[in-house]
């Protein structure tokens, strides 16, 4: 069975230690106990506001991730200051993800057809670097088809919709698995190796992780939340189990 490989997003560890201004709960603390309890990689967004992940995080995870062996996932905006960061700090994989400092969180792919010419040179200067990257798109075509075109090597596929839809009872929720599994199989087609990922919980995680051409899953803002009631590792081994549940009845 090809298992799935595991990012845990530990951004919102930042988020509760920045609403009160304090120096914990430390989100390095949280990126140990997630490798020790078996996450693939580490996912971490230093936004331009930095509102949740700051700096002086970034410089302790490359540090803890380096030391233990395990990716570091650098989500980012594709501004020259976030460039600059990524390329002093070398994390295994930058994901390109849009950004407004209005929204709450990222609220959907990024325009990779519409930025193609800012977008294809810096993802030339990370991957001369030996920095993968991957680009956070909509399960769309013509989106999947740019990321090939500016020299990305992974698509991670928005599944928001998706889980919003059943998570709401939407009767849109097949159709838009529908589409996800087609844009799969679409990137998969290219070359590209294909993550997906942004609200993934226990309820959602077993349509997508059947997904057989989708590698890995990125899964944050959920774990967190639910590790407030049965703790971080707790969190971490339950998503994991129906992870690979479903991937073993789907490959059955």
Known sequence: MNLLRFGVNIDHVATIR??????????VRAAELAMAAGADG??????????????TDIEALARV?????????????????MEAICLS???????????????VTTE???????????????????VDAGVRVSCFVDADIAQIAAA?????????????????????????????????CAAAEEAD????????????????????????????LNIGHFLIGESIFVGLSSAIGRMRLLMNAARAEAAA
Do not use: W
Request: with cysteine; aromatic share 4%.
């Open 89 to 103: 700090h070398l994390p295994h994989a930058a994901c390109l993800v849009p950004e407004r400092r209005e929204e």
């Open 108 to 126: 959907g792919g990024l325009d990779v057809v519409g930025g193609h010419n800012r977008i294809a040179p810096a993802v030339k200067r990370f």
């Open 42 to 55: 580490i996912t971490a967004h230093l936004r331009e506001d930095r509102r949740h992940i700051s700096d």
């Open 189 to 216: 087609r290219l070359g590209l190796e294909v993550h997906a990922g942004h609200g993934i919980d226990y309820e959602t995680v077993g349509a997508i992780a059947a997904i057989p051409q989708v590698a890995e």
């Open 148 to 180: 090939k075109s500016v020299g990305a090597q992974v698509v991670e596929l928005t599944t928001g919709p998706y889980c919003d839809a059943v998570r709401e009872g939407s009767p849109e929720a097949p159709h838009l698995l529908r589409i996800l």
């Open 65 to 81: 991730t380096r030391k233990r062996g395990i990716p570091l996932n650098f989500e980012m905006a594709v501004t020259p200051e």
């Open 18 to 27: 920045n609403a009160r201004g304090a120096d914990y709960p430390d989100p």
